[in-house]
């Protein structure tokens, strides 16, 4: 039974830090593309980043780019999503996913084959 369990969340004012974590187990981690979305209330998912198998290459949206790093410890079967200079647009629940494919685009909701149950992050004014 494949579970992708994130962790990090929270309050934080803008400008500030938060670092989520995703764990995964019941897959064999590195052979997965994983990825982070997010979705705020009342709009779509949306796609924030993501990191291919050994690591080595990395894909952030436009909006995160210079302030999200995702990163990605084999070993530990965890992927993390490190959060800086977050502003109050940045709310939202964040999901991270696994993909198993080596075609699909990683930006795609629909590529992903297993997903978290999310963890809310607030940045306030």
């Known amino acids: 039974q494949v579970q992708l369990v994130e962790s990090g969340g929270g309050l934080v004012q803008a400008g500030g830090s938060l670092r989520l974590s995703c764990e995964a187990s019941?897959?064999?981690?590195?052979?997965?593309?994983m990825g982070w979305f997010r979705q705020a209330p009342g709009k779509e998912r949306e796609f924030v980043a993501a990191?291919?198998?050994?690591?080595?290459?990395?894909y952030s949206a436009d909006s995160v780019k210079g302030r999200f790093t995702i990163s990605r410890d084999n070993a530990k079967n965890t992927v993390y999503l490190q959060m800086n200079s977050l502003k109050p647009g940045d709310t939202a629940v964040y999901y991270c996913?696994?993909?198993?494919?080596?075609?699909?685009?990683?930006?795609?909701?629909?590529?992903?084959?297993?997903w978290g149950q999310g963890t809310q992050v607030t940045v306030s004014s």
């Open positions: 996913a696994a993909d198993r494919s080596t075609y699909r685009n990683y930006a795609f909701v629909s590529s992903y084959d297993y």
């Open positions: 019941g897959l064999t981690f590195s052979n997965y593309l």
């Open positions: 990191i291919s198998r050994s690591g080595g290459n990395t």
